[in-house]
C-alpha cells in the first residue's frame, strides 16, 4: 500500500529493512508493537507534545519523521504499516 504524498510517517529502518508508521494511526494507538530486521519494536506517540519515540529492547532506535514523500524516495521498496486489529 501507498500513502498520499503529504501523509506524515515515522520511518524506521532496522538491518535493512525498513517501515513506514503513519502519524495518523499512531495518533489512534498511541503505542504500535511490530517486528523490523528481527527485532521487536516499540513505535510511542505522545498527543501532548506531537512527538515520537522508537525502541528496541528498551533501547533507543534511529528514526525519521517526514511526509510519505520523503521517506519513500529514499526508501522505495518499504512496507507501510497497517493496523491488523492484533
Known amino acids: ?3 498520499p504524498f ?4 515515522v520511518g524506521v529502518e532496522v538491518d ?7 502519524v495518523e ?5 498511541s503505542t504500535i508493537g511490530d517486528f523490523l530486521g528481527g527485532a521487536p519494536i516499540t513505535v510511542a506517540y505522545d ?5 515520537a519515540d522508537v ?7 534511529p528514526f525519521q519523521r517526514t511526509r510519505w514523500m520523503g521517506w519513500f524516495e529514499f526508501h522505495p521498496e518499504t512496507e507501510v504499516y497497517a493496523d491488523t486489529g492484533r
Do not use: H, I, M
Open 6 to 9: 503529504t501523509e506524515d510517517v
Open 16 to 22: 535493512g529493512e525498513s517501515k513506514a508508521y503513519p
Open 55 to 61: 525502541t528496541s529492547g528498551g533501547e533507543s532506535v
Open 47 to 51: 498527543p501532548a507534545s506531537d512527538r
Open 25 to 29: 494511526a499512531l495518533r489512534e494507538r
Open 1 to 3: 500500500p501507498r500513502l
